[in-house]
């Protein structure tokens, strides 16, 4: 997962079909919302318990500590475990998460010796080598690291990350105003063929090989789908619950996508549940620090992506939000969000030692740097509505070696 999302493409070849390209998002259309980092997540090396709940139950802000998982985290949960099962067989003993399966080629793979392919794309490695360029274009940082990989994980993450960053644009692209939940569906559609090896495209040629190499579940990409779908009509988040669901369906489920390609350290001693409960932690992390980012450029839009018992707890309502300005109410209420999100990044960098050794650097890497956005929001004393926070180049060069030096060194 990268830094940014999305493009337009074809949903059945009408609402989603545009030859191809790939575009910058639109700022302007009525379905915007927080924009999603596609950066691929880390394992801890807790396992078991839920994720989630841990950062929260640590956090004043946040929600008592429970006994038992929340709705929405039981949910999350259950798509955890069908992921783990993939590539842990019933009475597996030592080291499951590294006996992967490997699924039957798509057939369309099969003949592309004796055919050019369904509309004539050419040979499967191009259709790879366009998935990078689209990752070096929106993603440089990540796709610098992703060069440390082997080719066959270099090749997959790129696919995933395509994939992705088109899912996102339906609803924050150039064309989302025209996006209903009926292309969403259409789309989903289309996912399901290209798991069943029948891609309607070079992109999704690439991410339909790619999951006939890897363990990959299907429910994480329609998991991503619903949450398109969620922007089509929500606006408002209730409770932390709530936007922790949201947060799983548009960013903690590329962690569930990419752990299978990222790879486990042949000497990790974490169990697949605690790999992929991980995992859901850098995606969550990332999109509560997108929305702490945008708040203000939402709330100009009508969207409140902020859990509302919590602005009620600290004296704060929508109008306040939609007036902007920064109070002593604000600023406490900032410091707990911005807590919040900290404790997620610190659960997920305790894992960087669990992945394979290649592919710690780019996940290091874009951990540190959208991290620094926190720091940035701090730095404009938390005025969220008209300053926007980001990490200058100076120190985006600075983080870079760094983070190479300490995932060398993971251990």
Not at 1 to 11: C, D, L, P
Not at 205 to 213: I, P, R, Y
Not at 243 to 267: K, R
């Amino acid at each position: 997962m990268a830094a940014g999302s999305s493009a337009v493409w074809a949903a059945h070849h009408h609402a989603c079909s545009d030859g191809g390209r790939f575009h910058h998002p639109s700022p302007s259309h009525s379905h915007h919302r927080p924009r999603r980092v596609l950066l691929p997540p880390l394992p801890a090396r807790r396992g078991g318990a839920s994720l989630a709940r841990q950062p929260r139950a640590r956090l004043a802000a946040a929600a008592p500590a429970v006994a038992v998982r929340t709705a929405s985290e039981e949910a999350v949960y259950e798509v955890v475990m069908r992921q783990a099962a993939l590539v842990e067989p019933a009475g597996a003993t030592a080291a499951p998460h590294r006996r992967r399966t490997r699924r039957q080629q798509p057939r369309w793979a099969e003949e592309k010796e004796e055919e050019e392919g369904v509309v004539g794309w050419g040979l499967l490695g191009d259709a790879y080598d366009r998935c990078g360029e689209v990752c070096a274009e929106y993603a440089k940082t990540f796709y610098l690291g992703t060069q440390l990989m082997t080719p066959e994980r270099r090749k997959a993450v790129w696919a995933i990350y395509v994939w992705c960053r088109r899912t996102d644009e339906l609803v924050d692209g150039p064309n989302a105003s025209y996006i209903t939940p009926t292309a969403l569906d259409r789309w989903e559609k289309r996912l399901e063929d290209l798991f069943e090896g029948r891609p309607y495209d070079m992109y999704d040629a690439a991410l339909s090989d790619t999951v006939s190499k890897f363990p990959v579940d299907i429910q994480p990409f329609k998991d991503m789908i619903e949450g398109m779908r969620l922007d089509l009509w929500k606006s408002r988040y209730r409770t932390f619950d709530e936007l922790y669901l949201y947060c799983y369906y548009v960013a903690g489920t590329v962690g569930l996508m990419t752990v299978p390609v990222m790879g486990i350290a042949p000497d990790s001693k974490a169990s697949t549940e605690s790999v992929y409960n991980a995992a859901l932690a850098l995606g969550i992390a990332n999109q509560l620090t997108n929305i702490l980012r945008d708040v203000g450029e939402d709330a100009r839009r009508g969207r409140i992506y902020l859990p509302l018992d919590e602005l009620a707890q600290a004296g704060l309502t929508e109008e306040d939000i939609f007036r902007g300005k920064v109070t002593d109410k604000w600023r406490r209420f900032m410091k707990g969000q911005i807590q919040r999100a900290r404790l997620f990044f610190d659960e997920a960098e305790k894992g960087v030692a669990h992945l394979d050794s290649a592919s710690r650097w780019p996940v290091l890497a874009s951990l540190w740097l959208y991290r620094q956005i926190l720091d940035a929001i701090e730095a404009n004393d938390y005025n969220n509505f008209t300053k926007r926070a980001y990490v200058g180049k100076a120190k985006k060069l600075l983080s870079l070696p760094v983070a190479y030096a300490r995932a060398a060194v993971a251990s």
